[in-house]
């Protein structure tokens, strides 16, 4: 996923200055201090991290002079995970901080969350003095060599004076163009001597040079395609959410009067109650949402990469469609599938320039789509998304997670782990902003929900948030709930508790005669719960819940929203046979989408 914008290892910003562009009165900083008072001109006002002795002269300098608020996580990827909740939440830029070695390894799974995901973090972990690197120092890992392929780009520095402009660069290349992580890595010895401080007033990083605004001609082109299309689809991606394009999105599809779909990535780009929205696409998506694509004409893919779980097998993806792909990243463009119109660009000036456009093609071809129309809302009568309720007498999840949804209302904000609960919570909860709902999309990380849902109620405090999880993901990260109670950030944790991996037992289950090998955790057993999640975090200091019947369920979500002194936790024990419906298998097209269970043909996994 290696972007033209992507600065190069070759290519770093031009940071040493000339002994007669310091000004005289530029304050001398230790690079500690200048780290600090960089995060403070850069708007930073909270951070995330963990001290170790690479990092320890920035610790002592945030102690004495700081003004940032830094939350003291259990484990450095927590730092990084809610650093992005933080940032997707709020769209301003999440900070993690960590020491060198294990501490910045730590970092890894987040950083590679962040850019599969597009979430703009900024990384700073330390390093060994600069004298001891390469000599296998204790603690010493070339973290910049190892995240290089999984950030925008990675900074070492070993000179203090380089340190304003660096910071400078990494925010700004963390949070223009395609947002996404940067690592500044910076060594002890960078860290303690003193340089004077010169803040740049303009920044030079060759090779970077993200295209907002887009080809004119490309985008007429793209406009009169739409309004002479009979069965045009709007496909939306997260590039929607990251650039801020929602509104823009809401007056270009309601004019048009298209049909539109959200991604996992881009639920609540368009709100849910619109009826033109379809709903989400994909391997779980709803069935009109997934058939749209297979009798389009045409694909409007609006910051959206064409992925996998969207795709299915990409031979057999919307064969009838042609392809108008508006991007800012131009490295996604043709990756997957071809595209008669590239349009590359910030989505949010795309969509303004395209309204006008599209306004004089449809004057000239006023579009007609009822007959598309009419076949759409047929397959939305005969395939509604529902459940069917377990018949073991344990709650349905699908029906406690649109319980969650239903009180605590769109304005709250939703961070799910991976799995089934992810799915659900895409598609039983309705969304109507983004920013409401926070995932691991691309890289599918477990432990995401919880150090999100930190990082996010830290952004927005005076909002809710749920932190939907389940058993196994819980147990990844739930060391952070001693970080909420201790820093007072009252996130509601649901655990949707099925007692095993429970996408993986769904596939074993279909693809695998039933072999449940080894997803089988023992959390909500009447006779077993190890651990015992009530238990657990209450001895983090939070309120703690066992929820087994429906007539407890609202009681327990009402209590939670009115507790705002501590997390709370809710162990939620549903049926662990309950299965993510509809389904399009891996490795088949989407026109083989099965609505339920009993519709399932023999599936052999690609």
């Given at each position: 996923?290696?972007?033209?914008?992507?600065?190069?290892e070759?290519?770093?910003?031009?940071?040493?200055?000339?002994?007669?562009?310091?000004?005289?009165?530029?304050?001398?900083?230790?690079?500690?201090?200048?780290?600090?008072?960089?995060?403070?001109?850069?708007?930073?006002?909270?951070?995330?991290?963990?001290?170790g002795?690479?990092?320890?002269?920035?610790y002592?300098?945030?102690?004495?002079?700081?003004?940032?608020?830094?939350?003291?996580?259990r484990?450095?990827?927590?730092?990084?995970?809610?650093?992005?909740?933080?940032?997707?939440?709020?769209?301003?830029?999440?900070?993690?901080?960590?020491?060198?070695?294990?501490?910045?390894?730590?970092?890894?799974?987040a950083?590679?969350?962040?850019?599969?995901?597009?979430?703009?973090?900024?990384?700073?972990?330390?390093?060994?003095?600069?004298?001891?690197?390469?000599?296998?120092?204790?603690?010493?890992?070339?973290?910049?060599?190892?995240?290089?392929?999984?950030?925008?780009?990675?900074?070492?520095?070993?000179?203090?004076?380089?340190?304003?402009?660096?910071?400078?660069?990494?925010?700004?290349?963390?949070?223009?163009?395609?947002?996404?992580?940067?690592?500044?890595?910076?060594?002890?010895?960078?860290?303690?001597?003193?340089?004077?401080?010169?803040?740049?007033?303009?920044?030079?990083?060759?090779?970077?040079?993200?295209?907002?605004?887009?080809?004119?001609?490309?985008?007429?082109?793209?406009?009169?395609?739409?309004?002479?299309?009979?069965?045009?689809?709007?496909?939306?991606?997260?590039?929607v959410?990251?650039?801020?394009?929602?509104?823009?999105?809401?007056?270009?599809?309601?004019?048009?009067?298209?049909?539109?779909?959200?991604?996992?990535?881009?639920?609540?780009?368009?709100?849910?109650?619109?009826?033109l929205?379809?709903?989400?696409?994909?391997?779980?998506?709803?069935?009109p949402?997934?058939?749209s694509?297979?009798?389009?004409?045409?694909l409007?893919?609006?910051?959206?990469?064409f992925?996998?779980?969207?795709?299915?097998?990409?031979?057999?993806?919307?064969?009838?469609?042609?392809?108008?792909?508006?991007?800012?990243?131009?490295?996604?463009?043709?990756?997957?599938?071809?595209?008669?119109?590239?349009?590359?660009?910030?989505?949010?000036?795309?969509?303004?320039?395209?309204?006008?456009?599209?306004?004089?093609?449809?004057?000239?071809?006023?579009?007609?789509?009822?007959?598309?129309?009419?076949?759409?809302n047929?397959?939305?009568?005969?395939?509604?998304?529902?459940?069917?309720?377990?018949?073991?007498?344990?709650?349905?999840?699908?029906?406690?997670?649109?319980?969650?949804?239903?009180?605590?209302?769109?304005?709250?904000?939703?961070?799910?782990?991976?799995?089934?609960?992810?799915?659900?919570?895409?598609?039983?909860?309705?969304?109507?902003?983004?920013?409401?709902?926070?995932?691991?999309?691309?890289?599918?990380?477990?432990?995401?929900a919880?150090?999100?849902?930190?990082?996010a109620?830290?952004?927005?405090?005076?909002?809710?948030?749920?932190?939907?999880?389940?058993?196994?993901?819980?147990?990844?990260?739930?060391?952070?709930?001693?970080?909420?109670?201790?820093?007072?950030?009252?996130?509601?944790?649901a655990?949707?508790?099925?007692?095993?991996?429970?996408?993986?037992r769904?596939?074993?289950?279909?693809?695998?005669?039933?072999?449940?090998?080894?997803?089988?955790?023992?959390?909500?057993?009447?006779?077993?719960?190890?651990?015992?999640?009530?238990?657990?975090?209450?001895?983090?200091?939070?309120l703690?819940?066992?929820?087994?019947t429906k007539?407890?369920?609202?009681?327990?979500?009402?209590?939670?929203?009115?507790?705002?002194?501590?997390?709370?936790?809710?162990?939620?024990?549903?049926?662990?046979?309950?299965?993510?419906?509809?389904?399009?298998?891996?490795?088949?097209?989407?026109?083989?989408?099965?609505?339920?269970?009993d519709?399932?043909?023999?599936?052999?996994?690609?």
């Amino acid at each position: 996923m290696t972007a033209p914008e992507t600065m190069t290892e070759t290519e770093e910003p031009d940071t040493e200055l000339a002994a007669s562009e310091v000004p005289s009165d530029a304050p001398m900083l230790t690079g500690s201090g200048a780290i600090l008072r960089s995060l403070e001109l850069l708007g930073v006002t909270d951070v995330f991290g963990l001290p170790g002795g690479a990092i320890m002269p920035f610790y002592d300098e945030m102690m004495q002079t700081g003004k940032v608020r830094h939350i003291l996580v259990r484990h450095e990827q927590g730092a990084g995970h809610a650093a992005e909740g933080y940032a997707a939440a709020s769209g301003r830029l999440g900070v993690a901080i960590a020491t060198s070695g294990p501490g910045a390894t730590n970092l890894v799974t987040a950083i590679a969350d962040a850019y599969m995901d597009s979430v703009p973090i900024l990384c700073i972990t330390g390093q060994v003095f600069s004298t001891s690197m390469g000599t296998d120092a204790f603690q010493e890992v070339d973290i910049s060599g190892v995240t290089m392929p999984i950030t925008k780009h990675s900074f070492l520095v070993t000179d203090p004076a380089d340190i304003p402009r660096v910071m400078k660069a990494a925010a700004h290349i963390a949070t223009s163009g395609r947002p996404g992580p940067v690592l500044v890595d910076v060594t002890k010895d960078a860290q303690q001597k003193s340089a004077p401080f010169v803040w740049p007033e303009e920044l030079d990083l060759p090779g970077y040079h993200p295209v907002t605004k887009a080809n004119q001609k490309q985008v007429q082109l793209a406009a009169k395609m739409i309004a002479e299309a009979e069965r045009p689809l709007l496909y939306v991606g997260g590039g929607v959410v990251r650039s801020g394009a929602h509104q823009e999105l809401d007056v270009f599809a309601n004019r048009v009067g298209a049909p539109v779909v959200t991604t996992l990535m881009a639920r609540g780009a368009f709100p849910d109650s619109n009826p033109l929205n379809l709903g989400m696409p994909g391997m779980h998506g709803t069935v009109p949402a997934v058939l749209s694509f297979q009798e389009s004409d045409l694909l409007v893919a609006i910051g959206s990469r064409f992925d996998d779980r969207v795709t299915g097998k990409v031979a057999d993806f919307a064969p009838h469609a042609k392809v108008i792909h508006i991007d800012i990243d131009p490295a996604e463009i043709g990756k997957i599938r071809h595209a008669e119109v590239p349009i590359v660009g910030d989505a949010k000036e795309v969509l303004l320039d395209l309204l006008p456009a599209f306004e004089e093609a449809a004057a000239a071809h006023p579009p007609d789509y009822s007959a598309w129309w009419e076949r759409l809302n047929t397959l939305r009568e005969q395939f509604p998304l529902g459940f069917d309720e377990p018949d073991d007498g344990l709650l349905s999840p699908q029906w406690v997670i649109q319980k969650i949804g239903e009180m605590g209302g769109p304005e709250a904000v939703y961070a799910a782990g991976v799995g089934q609960h992810q799915m659900w919570s895409a598609q039983f909860i309705k969304y109507e902003r983004p920013g409401s709902w926070l995932n691991s999309g691309g890289a599918g990380t477990m432990g995401y929900a919880i150090p999100a849902a930190m990082g996010a109620k830290v952004a927005e405090p005076d909002r809710l948030v749920w932190a939907i999880d389940g058993d196994g993901c819980f147990q990844m990260t739930n060391q952070e709930l001693a970080t909420c109670t201790i820093n007072n950030i009252p996130i509601k944790v649901a655990i949707i508790n099925n007692s095993s991996r429970g996408m993986v037992r769904q596939w074993q289950a279909l693809f695998y005669d039933g072999r449940y090998s080894h997803t089988d955790l023992n959390t909500g057993a009447d006779t077993q719960m190890i651990p015992d999640f009530v238990k657990l975090a209450d001895s983090y200091g939070a309120l703690s819940i066992r929820v087994r019947t429906k007539k407890e369920v609202e009681p327990a979500i009402r209590l939670a929203m009115e507790t705002n002194d501590r997390p709370v936790v809710i162990d939620f024990i549903v049926s662990r046979d309950s299965m993510v419906w509809p389904m399009v298998p891996q490795g088949v097209g989407n026109s083989n989408v099965q609505y339920a269970r009993d519709m399932a043909p023999e599936w052999d996994e690609e």
